[in-house]
């Protein structure tokens, strides 16, 4: 009882300390946004991701050093206190380092990347309570339909495979009003299986590794020495031109020594999209148009855990029966805010079994995307929210 006690209030007790900083990363010599920068409390587990307009919140306590780094640009470190109480601009200056070629001697490179991920996977801390937040958009025939976002704690187990139990303690969901031909679509992003694709790595095998995969690929490796002295090599990812296979392009970051990934970024290539195969389920056409999916790990004070990542997807759906022929999107983010390592029991009758967040609606006690940790909305994005928001309501209202 007084560990759960301590695991309740302490968090309360630290917030009263601590205060929510603003910045906007950017390019100090194009002045261009810097996207999806990551932003942290110096030797903390608090973490959060700068937007498409470079914008970040955190919450922070006053003498502690904010860590920002981005792949391409030299990591900084900026004291809570030059944070004004409005928006502070930091300017990351890019890392014009060559990459330098590496030679692996007594295995390929496809071998040396099997390797970094039996280790990368066997390194994740388990059991560990991810607290995360969460947001979708989803879109229909290119139209912004639905939204939804919330604060997300998986509890993560397994010795081997992942596991992972879901609670959420906030979510916000908003709609526009169903199409006339009453088709509705749920998003293909699956809630449940979130963390176990990042902590099993199992997208990297499946597009990179099985079977015979690696084969229609091109490998590279090279090295770069980061800000404070450390090597990081780079796997880079090119599609074979003569492979007509749906492929991907991208790039994987890791610590030689450790063998440990650091972020990886994979994306179907435009070169290979047209090798796109129709599927055919129920009387359903669907096929594969785009996807990305970009995620990044830290390892504090010897704890390894997923920071971030990012899903994007489109595909293609028909059905002549019922007069379909959609084009349906959807983009996601989760971000980890916080976890703790020994996490204190949990009521399994609390999970939420949802394939998706938007299903559980609106269900919250406080403005917690205003809160340090959530991504920022960029105008865009909250011109679409009161948008939705406003559609919703007159749907209401009618009669």
């Given at each position: 009882m007084?560990?759960?006690?301590?695991?309740?209030?302490?968090?309360l007790?630290?917030?009263?300390?601590?205060?929510?900083?603003?910045?906007?990363?950017i390019?100090?010599?194009?002045?261009?946004?810097?996207?999806?920068?990551?932003?942290?409390?110096?030797?903390?587990?608090?973490?959060?991701?700068?937007n498409?307009?470079?914008?970040?919140?955190?919450?922070?306590?006053?003498?502690q050093?904010?860590?920002?780094?981005?792949?391409g640009?030299?990591s900084?470190?900026?004291?809570?206190?030059?944070?004004?109480?409005?928006?502070?601009?930091?300017?990351?200056?890019?890392?014009?380092?060559?990459?330098?070629?590496?030679?692996?001697?007594?295995?390929?490179?496809?071998?040396?990347?099997?390797?970094v991920?039996?280790t990368?996977?066997?390194?994740?801390?388990k059991?560990?309570?991810?607290?995360?937040y969460?947001?979708?958009?989803?879109k229909?025939?290119?139209?912004?339909?639905?939204?939804?976002?919330?604060?997300?704690?998986?509890?993560?187990?397994?010795?081997?495979?992942?596991?992972?139990?879901?609670?959420?303690?906030?979510s916000?969901?908003v709609?526009i009003?169903?199409?006339?031909?009453?088709?509705?679509?749920?998003?293909?992003?699956?809630?449940?299986?979130?963390?176990?694709?990042?902590?099993?790595?199992?997208?990297?095998?499946?597009?990179?590794?099985?079977?015979?995969?690696?084969?229609?690929?091109?490998?590279?490796?090279?090295?770069?020495?980061?800000?404070?002295?450390?090597?990081?090599?780079?796997?880079?990812?090119?599609?074979?031109?003569?492979?007509?296979?749906?492929?991907?392009?991208?790039s994987?970051?890791?610590?030689p020594?450790?063998?440990?990934?650091?972020?990886?970024?994979?994306?179907?290539a435009?070169?290979?999209?047209?090798?796109s195969?129709?599927?055919?389920?129920?009387?359903?056409?669907?096929?594969?148009?785009?996807q990305?999916?970009k995620?990044?790990y830290?390892?504090?004070?010897?704890?390894?855990?997923?920071?971030?990542?990012?899903?994007?997807?489109?595909?293609?759906?028909?059905?002549?029966?019922?007069?379909?022929?959609?084009?349906?999107?959807a983009?996601?983010?989760?971000?980890?805010?916080e976890?703790?390592?020994?996490?204190?029991?949990?009521?399994?009758?609390?999970?939420?079994?949802?394939?998706n967040?938007?299903?559980?609606?609106n269900?919250?006690?406080?403005?917690?995307w205003?809160?340090?940790?959530?991504?920022?909305?960029?105008?865009?994005?909250e011109?679409?929210?009161?948008?939705?928001?406003?559609?919703a309501?007159?749907?209401?209202?009618?009669?």
């Open positions: 007084a560990k759960l006690l301590a695991f309740i209030l302490l968090p007790l630290s917030m009263a300390q601590t205060f929510v900083i603003k910045g906007k990363i390019d100090s010599a194009t002045g261009e946004p810097v996207i999806a920068a990551t932003v942290g409390i110096k030797g903390s587990y608090q973490g959060a991701v700068s498409d307009e470079g914008l970040f919140q955190l919450s922070a306590g006053k003498g050093q904010i860590a920002i780094s981005s792949m640009y030299k900084v470190e900026v004291p809570v206190g030059n944070f004004d109480s409005a928006l502070t601009e930091i300017r990351l200056e890019q890392d014009n380092q060559v990459l330098e070629e590496v030679i692996v001697t007594g295995m390929s490179i496809e071998e040396l990347l099997k390797n991920v039996k990368s996977k066997a390194r994740f801390n059991p560990i309570l991810l607290s995360t969460y947001r979708e958009f989803s229909l025939n290119d139209k912004t339909t639905k939204f939804s976002d919330g604060i997300l704690d998986y509890y993560v187990s397994g010795k081997g495979k992942t596991a992972s139990d879901l609670m959420v303690r906030q916000r969901a709609r009003a169903t199409p006339e031909d009453g088709f509705d679509p749920e998003t293909f992003m699956h809630l449940q299986k979130r963390i176990n694709v990042n902590y099993d790595l199992s997208f990297l095998e499946k597009v990179l590794l099985r079977g015979n995969r690696h084969l229609y690929y091109d490998f590279s490796l090279r090295s770069r020495k980061t800000q404070d002295g450390r090597e990081v090599y780079v796997i880079g990812i090119e599609p074979k031109a003569d492979a007509a296979q749906i492929l991907y392009t991208g994987i970051n890791f610590d020594e450790l063998k440990l990934i650091y972020a990886y970024d994979l994306r179907l435009d070169s290979h999209k047209q090798y195969k129709q599927i055919s389920i129920l009387g359903y056409k669907f096929r594969i148009l785009d990305d999916i995620s990044s830290a390892l504090v004070n010897g704890h390894y855990y997923l920071l971030y990542n990012s899903a994007g997807g489109k595909i293609s759906l028909f059905n002549k029966r019922r007069g379909l022929d959609e084009v349906i999107a983009k996601s983010d989760l971000i980890t805010i976890f703790a390592r020994d996490a204190p029991g949990y009521a399994k009758g609390g999970l939420y079994k949802g394939k967040l938007y299903s559980r609606g269900r919250y006690s406080e403005p917690f205003n809160k340090g940790g959530a991504m920022i909305m960029t105008a865009e994005e011109a679409i929210i009161k948008k939705l928001e406003k559609e309501a007159q749907k209401v209202s009618q009669p």
